[in-house]
């Protein structure tokens, strides 16, 4: 948190979260300054807390106990661990937490959320191991590295995923290699919300009282302009994260405030190679949209290769962002520098083919298509031989 606020987060479901650890035992209020100054737990408070509580002091852990303010909220904390369950990300920023079991129970299995690995300014791993209730021993909950395990060895789902991470002006970024990213949130230690991206944001961030969102602070808006570089530098460094830059990228922000992130990605990702193509990711530039024209279907890449210096991408790239890189549609332009390219010879091919009929009806309608939107470009066709005659 800052100046508080991560502790303060306690007092929306406890009116008074216990501490124990060593030596000390205290407690706040949730009123005035018993929010601020700890009151000593007496022995006999002591000996009323839950024996569970009690046994992982005894056993050397730091405790922390919220008693919970309202029955409902139960339901509420239920939904959050749900969430937590099944969202590893949290445990890359988290300063020296490095596992997360989650045990409620009204569940039927126990959770774990692990930091695998950790290799500096490159990649981290994180495992989400799901192990059932029945098998596990839960009569001493003090002893957390049995019932750890106990998961591990009776785990019947795993989920591992690895992340790529960089960081820039003390702002880090982590992005999931996993085919189909999913949206990630930005984070301050803790996260805070999903802003359209699915990379993981991460930055000391001042936050507002209700840790919801950020101040709009000067710092602020420093910290969230180191984002789009430190994204980029991933991307340098890393060609498999390079080539799913458009993914990572997401839907366009809900929120203006994040919005010269996305613009100053996608003005560095011009000169990377994040597009793919059938033969690999290549620099927006180089490659083109097929479109709705049905005569693209019919050029070959090798022939766009050849007669334009380009590559189709393929349809898997997010087409939001390759309309706001700029990557263009094949269009007449290329249609004719395909006609024309080797004397005419994809047309001579497609003159023997046995869909010669679809072929030429589906090339007369995409030129028919661009004069009548054009005219000017009706002395152009007049140049083609695009009606093979055999004399």
């Known amino acids: 948190g800052y100046k508080g606020v991560g502790w303060k987060s306690v007092f929306r479901v ?13 407690r706040f209020g949730a009123r005035g300054l018993d929010m601020l100054t700890p009151t000593w737990i007496e022995d006999s408070e002591y000996a009323a807390l839950p024996q569970e509580v009690i046994g992982a002091h005894k056993s050397g852990q730091t405790v922390f106990y919220l008693p919970l303010a309202d029955a409902l909220i139960a339901s509420s904390i239920e939904i959050d ?3 937590m369950a099944s969202d590893s ?8 937490i490095r596992e997360i079991q989650l045990d409620h129970a009204s569940w039927d299995h126990l959770v774990c959320l692990r930091l695998e690995s950790q290799v500096g300014d490159g990649q981290m791993t994180t495992a989400i191991d799901i192990a059932p209730r ?3 021993a839960m009569g001493d909950k003090s002893d957390r590295s049995m019932i750890l395990q106990e998961i591990l ?8 995923t690895r992340f790529q991470t960089c960081s820039h002006e003390g702002v880090t970024v982590a992005l999931p290699l996993l085919e189909d990213p999913p949206p990630q949130r930005v984070f301050a230690f803790l996260p805070i919300r999903s802003v359209g991206f699915r990379f993981a944001v991460q930055s000391a961030f001042h936050l507002t009282a209700s840790r919801a969102d950020l101040h709009r602070s000067a710092e602020n808006t420093k910290r969230r302009n180191a984002v789009a570089r430190a994204f980029l530098k991933a991307c340098q460094g890393n060609a498999e994260v390079s080539s799913m830059a458009l993914k990572y990228l997401g839907t366009e922000p809900a929120d203006s405030f994040w919005f010269p992130v996305r613009t100053a990605i996608l003005a560095g990702l011009q000169d990377l190679a994040c597009v793919m193509t059938d033969s690999g990711p290549v620099v927006p530039r180089s490659c083109l949209l097929r479109g709705e024209d049905p005569v693209a279907a019919w050029v070959p890449e090798s022939l766009l290769r050849d007669a334009c210096g380009l590559q189709f991408a393929v349809a898997g790239n997010p087409r939001e962002a390759m309309h706001d890189l700029g990557v263009k549609t094949f269009g007449f332009s290329e249609l ?12 001579k091919t497609m003159w023997g083919e046995p869909l010669r009929s679809s072929f030429f009806s589906d090339l007369y309608g995409s030129l028919a298509d661009s004069i009548h ?4 470009c009706l002395a152009e066709v007049q140049r083609l031989q695009i009606f093979p005659l055999a004399k």
Do not use: Y
Not at 14 to 26: A, K, N, T
Not at 153 to 160: I, L, N, T, V
Not at 336 to 347: K, S
């Open 14 to 26: 406890s009116d008074c979260p216990h501490v124990l650890s060593g030596e000390w035992r205290f």
């Open 81 to 83: 661990m749900r969430a």
């Open 89 to 96: 990300t949290q445990l890359l920023f988290l300063r020296r």
């Open 134 to 136: 029945d098998g596990i």
């Open 153 to 160: 060895g009776m785990s019947q789902s795993r989920k591992e």
């Open 336 to 347: 004719v520098q395909c006609l024309h390219h080797n004397a005419g010879g994809w047309v």
């Open 373 to 376: 939107s054009d005219a000017s």
